[in-house]
């Protein structure tokens, strides 16, 4: 019988403990020790004392609840089998593994295992398996592969390959995928563990994600050479990689193969494919695995919906993606805040800010919360379509309801702000932002920094630099692009030339934007030759480097207004070459050649028919419409051969109609 005395609230076993007791005392906290666990009321007060003087650094003070109890000392083993029929069991020592691996107490369990060394006792893989997890969680692998090797060599455990498998889960847990390729090599080579469908599962897993889908689909086909049958969760891993590299073909194959093989998907299988497809823009097909689905009794459920909807917004299908949303909630699906925030945030990139606040006053009727990301996304977008008051309600409105905004937001609040030509009124929030505990970043800089620029106050911008460095914010390619493109458009080259010296110093890599700057800079002072010198430099770059239409247009007006024809003539090839399709910009400066450089005055219409010709050539559909765009409203019109060519290969994809219909409303709208 269990008693507490109300003196010392102490538990009191009034029958003699046996094995259970003592167990039961190992997970009690100390204050509630057996009475008769020591011989008397001193003993008691001496079995503390030591205990704390052990393991002062593992206990709390006295006014904290004990959460963690600390090691069993040797008095309490001595003394616990002199107060009855207890005799030490394996079961004691497991409990105790088990609670010092579950709080993390690494160096408690040491001492157990050290005493059950020292006692002869028998170790058991179950033992060894609940501490791999703990070394898991505590994110330490290396101790989990060495407590591996001590299993036999130290402990004499046999070793299996549950053990095995643990050890592997932990070190692919951590994200150390060859590490863990080389540790199932050196245990399969050497220790002579047979793997299970569970040891495949994890090394495929790993190869997936160091991108060797091919070995990993040539291991998928050893499983049965090895006897063991591949489940659910194999085939699931393997599709995903494939998806991942874009092989969703094999990986739809593999749905079927499957199934012939007499293993049932699952969801979380159809969505992997779900996924794979919407990501590939084959939504067509997204819509027969979900049928499929169905067929084979899997329901979907969020995740299918979420990527579902995910896919409809990447293709910009909105309103379908809104129609499948309120056939989620009818299937009593109840949506999260990811689902709404990729229909917002598609509504936005769309130019339908103002339809994502209706999506997210619906959401919050529906009992969610706008987070972070949906506000961002909303300030800024409503803002990009210069609808700053509705903007400034909505701040408003997330400052009412208590929402306290992170970094991003107040850095999309001043952003559009800047881009209303309103930098001072934004500038004067960084005080505030800063009172609640958000630091601006670079992009919060950068924003202001274009700012002021657009309103020609070139000397706060700089001053903005400055206060970064102040402040201790690190400047990155991006905030030396906005400066460089200030300096150069207030024709401040010098200036430009010093930032531009000093972020190569920095080791920084200028972007296209910074490229383009510098040489529309030089252009501007007559120094073209440098200019090219410049673009030359960037095709030897990086990707971010490479030249767009902005910057080949930079070079197209300086060489056309030096009366340089040939050279210009002889960059369009190289533009084209490069698969960069000229814009309407590019088609103006060289009519505005033909008509006002050349003798006699040309209007072009040549020059424009080539030029369509050529892009058709080489299947640039998008670029060509383009031009018969700028014919069109040029009134030069196409010859027979290039109408027929236009309406036969453009009208396939119906791009020729949206040409005319945007030249019609250019034109009489």
Known sequence: MLAFTSKSARLILTSNPCKSSFIFLIHCPFSALPNNSCETEKDYEEDIIAIQSTNSHMLPKRSHKVEVEPPI??????????????????????????????????????????????ERRAFVEKSFIVVFRAYGKAHLPEKAVELFDRMVYEFQCKRTVKSFNSVLNVIIQEGLYSRALEFHSYVVNCKNIKPNVLTFNL??????????VDRAVEVFREMPAMKCD???????????????????????????????????????????????????GDLSRAAKVVDNMFL?????????????????????????????LDRMVSDKFIPNDVTYGTIIDGLVRKGRAVDGVHVMVSMEERGHQGNDHIYSSLVSGLFKEGRSEEALNLWKKIMENGHKPNTVVYSALIDGLCRVGKPFEAKEILPEMVNKGCEPNAYTYSSLMKGFFKVGNSNMAVLLWKEMTEKGCVHNEFCYSILIHGLCDEGKLKEATMVWRHMLGKGWTPDVVAYTSMIHGLCSVGSVEQGLLLFNEMLYKGSDSQPDVFTYNVLFNALCKHEKITPAIHLLNNMLDRGCDPDIVTCNIFLTTFKEKMNPSQDGREFLDELFLRLHKRQRIDGASRIIEVMLQKFLYPKPSTWEIAIRELCKPRKIQVAINKCWNSLFV
């Not at 979907?300 to 979420?306: D, F, G, I, L």
């Open 296 to 324: 084979k009794g899997c329901v979907p459920n969020e995740v299918t919906y979420n990527t579902l909807i995910h896919g409809l917004c990447l293709q910009g299908k909105l309103e379908k993606a809104i129609s499948l």
């Open 230 to 280: 591949a489940d659910v969760f194999t085939y699931c891993t393997l599709m995903d990689g494939l998806c991942k590299e874009d092989r969703v073909e094999e990986a739809v194959a593999l749905l079927d193969e499957m199934q012939i093989e007499g293993c049932f998907p699952n969801p979380a299988t159809f969505n992997v494919l779900i996924n794979g497809l919407c990501k590939k």
């Open 73 to 118: 000392t040797d008095r309490l083993f001595k003394h616990a089998p002199k107060s009855g029929s207890y005799k030490q069991g394996d079961s004691t020592f497991y409990s105790l593994i088990e609670n010092y691996a579950n709080s993390g107490d690494f160096k408690s369990l040491e001492m157990v295992f050290s005493r059950m060394w020292h």
């Open 203 to 212: 090394v495929i897993k790993a190869m997936c994600k160091l991108q060797l």
